[in-house]
């Protein structure tokens, strides 16, 4: 049968999915709020038809997405159990509020203070978080090294709580964050000296562009959801700061945006998130099917669909 996974569902649906249940077999899905842009279905469909090539059994799972209100997750997330699904991945703004409702033993998720990733099992919604797997995937990708570089981290929400973790397990010099909400970069630093990936010789400093200590080629990366639409300004004004050596934005719908615009006028090296999409999508899957993840698959399926 087929199954239109582009469709976005909502909580109205969950409730009724013994009636609207597009398909039997085992249930995947992406939340969020927004998440029409994300291109997870794609990617995971084509993952699983892939795998269903070797093993029958993964051509009865589906993966799905679910536009998912802050308020509703709780509830949403008993009726993801109750209908079957298996596993979920988790997208602005749920990384880090869906720690009051799952339980998790993975220090990734207990430091960061977010989760990606669930999976259902005897106990409960289990927690993980592949994101900082992804970025440092996506940089090796691109040749950017973490250690010993000055990092620039835009945003101190779940995701970029994962990234900062990430470049501060890979021992970066400086982790500089910049958020709307400053007091909430006070609170994230704070978190993140107790953590264990803390080397006593990496700074955490909150950002401003009147930084004077700061200086030419550090990572710049984009952990906000200020580009997903298309008509959002940039996080940051790169003219403002010395000549960074790379600017990534996690976004990759729309391809680019106004912060990797202006990376390219001024030469600066720089990449959406699709290679890190594709990356933490693969951990997830692995974590939910015990396979090895297709990932030229996955790579295939994002770049024709946003072609
Ligand atoms: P996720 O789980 O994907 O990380 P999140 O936890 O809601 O999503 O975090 C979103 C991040 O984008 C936060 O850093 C948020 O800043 P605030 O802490 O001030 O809310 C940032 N963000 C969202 N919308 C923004 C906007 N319009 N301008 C600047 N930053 C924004």
């Known amino acids: 049968m087929h199954v239109e996974t582009e469709i976005v569902y909502k909580l109205v649906h969950l409730k009724d999915w013994s009636n609207c249940r597009p398909h ?58 109750q209908n079957n699904f298996l596993g979920l991945n988790l997208t602005v703004p749920h990384k880090a509020l869906v720690l009051e409702y799952i339980h998790t033993d993975v220090t990734a998720v207990e430091e960061s203070g977010a989760a990606n990733t669930l999976k259902h099992s005897g106990k409960g919604w289990m927690g993980f978080n592949t994101d900082g797997y992804g970025l440092n995937h996506a940089l090796e990708d691109e040749s950017v090294s973490i250690p010993g570089a000055d990092v620039i981290l835009l945003g101190a929400g779940g995701a970029a709580r994962a990234a900062a973790l990430e470049c501060l397990a890979w021992r970066c010099a400086s ?37 004077s200590e700061l200086g030419a080629g550090a990572i710049v990366i984009n952990a906000t959801s200020l580009g997903l639409k298309a008509e959002d300004e940039s996080p940051l004004d790169l003219t403002k700061i010395p000549r960074p050596a790379f600017v990534f934005d996690m976004i990759y719908r729309p391809a680019q945006t106004a912060l990797l615009l202006q990376a390219t006028k001024l030469g600066i090296k720089n990449a959406n998130g699709l290679s890190m999409l594709v990356h933490q999508g693969a951990a997830s899957l692995e974590l939910w099917t015990g396979e090895k993840a297709p990932i030229p698959t996955m790579q295939q399926a994002v770049r024709a669909a946003l072609s």
Do not use: C
């Not at 909400?181 to 401003?208: C, N, Q, V, W, Y």
């Open 24 to 81: 039997e077999g085992t249930a995947l899905a992406v939340i969020g709020h927004p998440i029409a842009h994300s291109l997870s279905p794609v990617m995971h469909n084509a993952a699983l038809a892939e795998l269903g090539k070797t093993t029958p059994e993964f051509n009865e799972w589906r993966y799905f997405k679910f536009d998912i209100a802050p308020e509703e997750l709780r509830e949403a997330l008993d009726l993801f159990h």
């Open 175 to 211: 982790l500089r964050i910049q958020n709307r909400t400053r007091s909430t970069i006070h609170s994230l630093i704070s978190h993140l000296k107790k953590s264990t990936a803390l080397a006593g010789t990496t700074e955490l400093i909150p950002f401003d562009s009147e930084d």
